[in-house]
């Protein structure tokens, strides 16, 4: 077994270790957690409106009312991501970072049909859709803001800048040293925004729509690919490293556009088309005590071990893991490199996410509805929330007894290898 785990380790830790340091997945990452209190603060908008013993008259005034709370920040989360990464993107090559989000978020703009067709074929000018600054637009923003900002800060750290006399006050001279770079870049997009539209007849959403991110979408929804992200972040938990951080920088963009597409139907009073989302991910995985799901864990050791050291090690961890949070337990017990319990640390989640899914899949339990619910929201509640049924708590409830199912047996071998502490 040791050999093996120092083969493994030597496999995934370089692959971990590029993935951690690469300043792309880190902007990524910052861009989405930039959003992030704007997006909580729309998903509880949505689940006060929606309510489950609230009517549909009930429903409807609401939305009149506050309708706008969700519309303002979930349904264009694309434009707070593209500003994000223009951001950091900018901030990497210490290049001021308001106007890198600024430019990259005008870059996204200028590629974004200012127009739409109503449900008779009418077409409407100067509007924006909003779709296509939430879902549909995802992946086209996130492209788009890595490339206008790296052409400006490369622009800009070329020297390509209008320098103001040290008398100007700061706020001008940085204007005036962002122009010629900001310039270059937005007529670079329009250009190409023209000639898509003279030459080719489309624009570039729909194209990379169609052609990038819809099979994208396919492949993340998929229980398959799932269970592989999430044997990843088990494993490199194990070797303590933070898998969740790791993997969700590269699978974010995918569950975040399902979680999107989730909450537009789930909006529109239209079946809600996804299992598998952010939401899915945070409830459903992380919302059972943390990575690994260990709230089961903590518990078993805190009440039913004898040895002393599980015993406080437990009831340390209990307190932070009702509220998702487990790296007491990750590295007081230790799951890092404790191959006693590699197998139901790996296990666990795999057979919970995949009995999740099958409920799901046959109707039993709703699927989540797009809401971001906080991940620290102790179990039961958070499954409530996320799926708007009472059936997502019960749900979670019976995950929490197979977790405890899995890792007893593995827990009692432990405790019975390990000397008492006097």
Do not use: C
């Amino acid at each position: 077994m040791n050999k093996f785990l120092d083969a493994l380790s030597d496999k995934l830790l370089p692959l971990a270790n590029v993935l951690g340091s690469n300043k792309y997945l880190a902007v990524l990452r910052d861009a989405f957690m930039l959003s992030f209190p704007i997006t909580m603060f729309g998903s509880l908008i949505v689940v006060f409106n929606n309510l489950p013993f609230f009517n549909d008259d009930t429903k409807s005034f609401l939305y009149n009312l506050l309708g706008n709370g969700q519309m303002a920040t979930m349904s264009i989360m694309t434009v707070f991501v593209v500003f994000g990464i223009g951001y950091y993107l900018s901030k990497t090559y210490e290049v001021e970072g308001v106007f890198g989000g600024a430019v990259s978020l005008s870059s996204f703009l200028i590629l974004t049909p200012f127009f739409m067709e109503t449900e008779k074929g009418e077409v409407v000018n100067s509007v924006l859709s909003l779709d296509r600054l939430g879902a549909k637009g995802m992946f086209l923003g996130m492209i788009t803001a890595f490339v206008a900002a790296e052409l400006y800060s490369r622009m800009s750290n070329k020297g390509w800048q209008i320098k103001m006399p040290d008398t100007v006050p700061p706020a001008v001279a940085k204007s005036f040293a962002a122009l010629i770079p900001g310039t270059l870049t937005l007529s670079i997009f329009l250009a190409l925004h023209a000639v898509l539209t003279a030459v080719f007849k489309v624009n570039l959403h729909d194209v990379i729509y169609k052609v990038i991110q819809a099979p994208l979408i396919g492949l993340g929804s998929s229980i398959g690919a799932t269970l592989i992200a999430i044997f990843f972040i088990q494993i490199l938990w194990f070797f303590g490293l933070h898998g969740q951080v790791l993997v969700n920088s590269v699978m974010d963009p995918i569950w975040n556009t399902l979680n999107l597409e989730n909450l537009e139907a789930f909006q529109a009073g239209k079946e809600v088309p996804h299992i598998i989302s952010k939401s899915f991910m945070e409830t459903f995985t992380v919302g059972l005590g943390g990575s690994g799901m260990t709230l089961a864990v903590v518990i078993i050791m805190a009440f039913l071990l004898k040895k002393a050291v599980y015993k406080d090690v437990g009831r340390l961890a209990l307190g932070a893991g009702i509220f998702n949070v487990n790296e007491p337990v990750i590295f007081g017990l230790p799951i890092v490199m404790n191959a006693t319990i590699l197998i139901p640390w790996i296990l666990a989640p795999l057979v919970v996410t995949g009995f999740n899914y099958v409920a799901m899949s046959i109707g039993i339990v709703p699927p989540p509805t797009g809401v971001s619910v906080p991940w620290t929201v102790p179990i039961f509640i958070s499954g409530t929330m996320a799926t708007n049924s009472i059936m997502g708590g019960i749900l979670q409830l019976i995950d929490f007894v197979i977790v405890g199912f899995i890792w007893y047996p593995f827990l009692r071998i432990l405790d019975k290898q390990t000397e008492p502490v006097l």
